[in-house]
Every structure is written in structure tokens, then in C-alpha cells.
């Protein structure tokens, strides 16, 4: 277990070493807290590619929380974290309140304070159902690098559509960040890793495996085309009646297509994305899915 040096202001983020002192390139790893197998796989990553500082950041973002979602439940176990942070290789977790974040304060509104639009892409899928949520991601992603100033920046794939803005924020704006998608952690009965698990009972639990469920029937019936895909994945939702779906998406891995509506496209590989809602909980899912024929089911 390595010893891991907490650190909460921007200040103290300063003595973080650079260039040659480092050692090798700066990792990231931004996180909420309420570190679980995911977080620690993303760590891993981070320390695997880099003999650099890999830092962590555990802050739960009030700007990517719509008014009435789940803020002020959202697990907080900084204790544990440390652990999680120390047993998987990270150097510096950085813990900042949310004044060291937001010094002018934390804006809902669109129009008074700098932030980052997430453009076209962040109104589709998650976007549709929580409008303001990307542009709370971005916008603390966007001062997480520039706080950290790190080479490499790892996020799980269980977020796809966060990873994918992410990339394309990197990338548009030049942040001169790699950005790296780690693979979904999932239990050994599918249920992928996710903090809000935490707030499943047993019985919604097991209503909660007819995501992965889905999405591995989806996966199965490619072969055959979109529309099987699409059919055996919500023959498997429509039959768990304690799950309230918000939707079901075949798109091309960029996400800028929608497979269902473009059923013939040369595309092979996609994405299959689920999102529903069990009792007071939100979660989502998704998977890589390849398609070896096109059209008719
Ligand atoms: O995926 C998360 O935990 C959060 O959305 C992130 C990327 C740490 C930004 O707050």
C-alpha cells in the first residue's frame, strides 16, 4: 500500500512536482468519493502508465446536480476512500471544499459564470433527462486540469457519454490532456460497479441486473442486425416490471448516430446504452456491441 498525502487547496497542488522532477507524466483520476472497485480500477490504470504522481480528486460537484436529485444523499466516505486511493497506487488525493472549487460561488444559471457548453452531443441520452448535468461536468473537469495540470486523465466507461464529451472537450479546446477510457468493473452477476448502488435494496437490486441483462441480449442478437438487437434488450426490460425506463440506445461509438434511425449504415461497432429508473434510483449501463449484418431483424 503506498502512502497517499492529502492535500485540500489549490495551493498546496502547486508543490506537486513537474517535468523531470515528476518522475514521469501526471495522472488524474477525478472522482466524487465513494470509491469502489471502478474507482480502483481506474487508479490502477493511472498508475500503470505513469511512474509520475497520480492524483485523485474526490469532490462531489454541487454544479452537475440538478435541484431535487441526489446531492445532499450522495455517499460520503472520505476515510474509506483514502484506503481505496492508498491500495491502488495513487500519490496525492486532492480534497477541495466546494468554496476552494466555486470561490465566486456555485452558479445554476446558464448565463452567470464561465462554463462549458457541452454542446450538441450533451442534449442527447443522459442530457435529455438532466439538461444542466454535463455542463457541471465539463465545467469542473475543465478546472480539475487546469488545477492539476495533468498529462493523463483516466474515467470509466460505465459513463460513456461523459467519457465521450470529455475526449471531445480535450480535444476541442486543446487542453493538451490524454484522456483514457477504462473498461466498466461490474459484479460478478453483471450489476456494473456505480456509487448509487448503494442506495439499492436487495429486492431493487435484483431488478437492477435487467440492465446488464439487456444489454448482453442486445449484444447477443447483433448478428442479426439493429432492430433484433434493439427488440431482445427491451423484451428483457419491458419484462422487469419494478423498472422504469427512460431509454434504450443503439448509437455509433462516437454517439453521433443513432443505429435505429440509420439501421443500414456501413458502421459495425457501436453502443448499446440503457438508462431506467429502479424505485428512487437513476442508473445507467451500457456496452461495446458489434454488428456483423445490417438491417432487418
Ligand atoms: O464521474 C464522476 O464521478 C464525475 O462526473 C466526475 C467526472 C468526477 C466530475 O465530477
Redesign the pocket.
Known sequence: MSDVRQVGTRAELLSLPRGAAAGGPVALV???GALHEGHAALIRAAREATHGPVVV?V?V?PL?FAPGEDLDRYPRTLDADLEVCAGAGADVVFTPSVAEMYPDGVSTGATDAVSVDAGPLGTILEGASRPTHFR??LT??AKLFGLVRPDLAF??EK?YQ?LVL?EQMARELCLGVDVCGVETVRDADGLARSSRNQYLSDEERTVALALSRALSAARERAAYGVPSARWAAMKVLTGEPGLDLDYLALRSEDLTVDLSEEPDLPTTTGRVLVAARVGNTRLIDNMPIEFTTRGGA
Do not use: A, E, L
Open positions: 477525478p472522482t466524487m480528486s469532490f460537484n452537475q457541471g461536468v469542473v473537469v474515467f470509466g459513463d461523459q470529455i
